[in-house]
Structures are given as C-alpha cells and as structure tokens.
C-alpha cells in the first residue's frame, strides 16, 4: 500500500526532554511538511520541504528542528525550547509544492507530562 | 498568517439536508483546496479547484469558486450522518510550497 505513516500514535515527554516525531512516505513525493493543530483550530505550518536536503521555515517553527537526509523520511523534533509542545502534530507529503494535494499521516498527538 | 476563513465555525443539519460552508481568503492563488478531518484523525482531500476554474464537482460535493470575491464555497448535497466531520479550506498562494489552512468548519449530521 502506498500512504504516508506516523509514529507513535501517542506520545508522552517530560518538560526538558526533546522528542522526535517519524514521518514516512512511499509516495516518492519531492514535498513534506510538518503542521501542528491545536484543539478546535486550524493547521499551522512548522517546517516544509521540496527537496532532500533542503527544508524551509513555516510559520511556527521556533522550539522545533528538522531533517530531509532521504526523500522518504522527515522527522521533526520538539526540543525542550518550545514551551507549549501539547498538540497533534500531522505530517503530509505532495509530488512537488502547493500546487498539489497534500496526502496526510494518521498524526501524533503529543502531551506533556 | 491564516489565510482561509471559514464560515460558518460550526453548522448542524439533518440527514437528507445540503451543507454549505464558505471560505474567504486575502491574496491571489494558484489553487484552492477543500480537506476533510474526523475527528482525532488526519485531513482528507476532498476536491482541489484551480485559479481560472469556477465550479467543480465529486459526487455529492460541489465547489464553486470566485476569485474577484475572493471566496470560495463547498456545497455538499444529500447530506449523510457519516458527513460528520471538520472541513478545511486551504490555498496555495504564488509559487511558494506552502498551502494555508483556514481554521474549519465543524460539521454535525443528525441522523
């Protein structure tokens, strides 16, 4: 099956602990992106990325670091700097940029202990 | 920076009723996207509209789009209690890799 997964489903962090979110895609799309939803609210951007290697801002980044090593795989960490990392966090790829369709992960939902 | 708005946040319907929620937007777009989210789940693609389109369909979904109102609509007809969910509209404004999301609008399907 083609997709997009996540993992874990749960995730449970201590404050000061960095954690790190998986996010793989069998899609062979060239983009990724990391978006954070808070309860009752809409998505916002964390980081993205149209190429291995190479990765841009979003709007929420600070608190937050990525990787693009392999064009199936961008994880994101949540370091101890972001100060409220309780959320569900979505991973989703498309074949080039916003011109296309976003394919989403199942999510991580995150909460802090 | 939200781009999308949603009207309205949150709607209650019968089943057998239509369904139609807008979305407002601020900058010109290549495209305009319409997603679906159950709850606790990732978003869904639903119907994605281009720039220099006015109307598309899917089935029961119907989107219009105006891009001199800077606004778009998703109308879906006979309505289903398994049409219960939040609906995102997103852009992807110019050339950059970013779609925006709008904050949604939840949807509830009494059976």
Not at chain 2, 15 to 44: D, H, P
Not at chain 2, 75 to 82: E, V
Not at chain 2, 92 to 109: A, C, E, H, M, R
Request: positive net charge; hydrophobic residues 30%; aromatic residues 8%.
């Amino acid at each position: 099956d083609g997709g997009i997964t996540q993992s874990p489903k749960y995730l449970f962090r201590k404050e000061g602990q960095n954690v790190t979110l998986s996010c793989e895609q069998n899609l062979n799309h060239d983009a990724m992106y990391w978006y954070r939803q808070d309860p009752g609210q809409g998505l916002r951007l964390i980081y993205y990325s149209q190429i291995v290697n190479d990765f841009q801002k979003g709007d929420i980044a600070e608190g937050y670091s990525v990787s693009r090593e392999k064009k199936e795989s961008f994880p994101l960490t949540v370091t101890s700097a972001q100060k409220n990392p309780t959320a569900f966090y979505l991973c989703a790829s498309s074949i080039q940029g916003a011109r296309d369709t976003q394919y989403f992960g199942p999510g991580t939902r995150l909460t802090v202990l | 920076s939200q781009q999308g708005e949603e009207d309205p946040q949150a709607l209650s319907i019968q089943e057998g009723e239509n369904a139609t929620m807008n979305c407002s937007y601020k900058t010109s777009i290549n495209n305009l996207q319409w997603y679906r989210q159950n709850s606790g789940r990732g978003l869904v693609h639903l119907i994605l509209i281009r720039s220099n389109e006015r109307e598309k369909h899917s089935g029961r979904l119907r989107v219009t789009l105006d891009t001199s109102k800077k606004s778009s609509s998703l109308l879906i007809t006979a309505s289903r209690a398994a049409d219960t969910a939040s609906y995102f509209c997103a852009t992807g404004p110019g050339n950059t890799g970013k779609l925006i999301f709008g904050q949604g609008t939840t949807l509830q399907v009494k059976p």
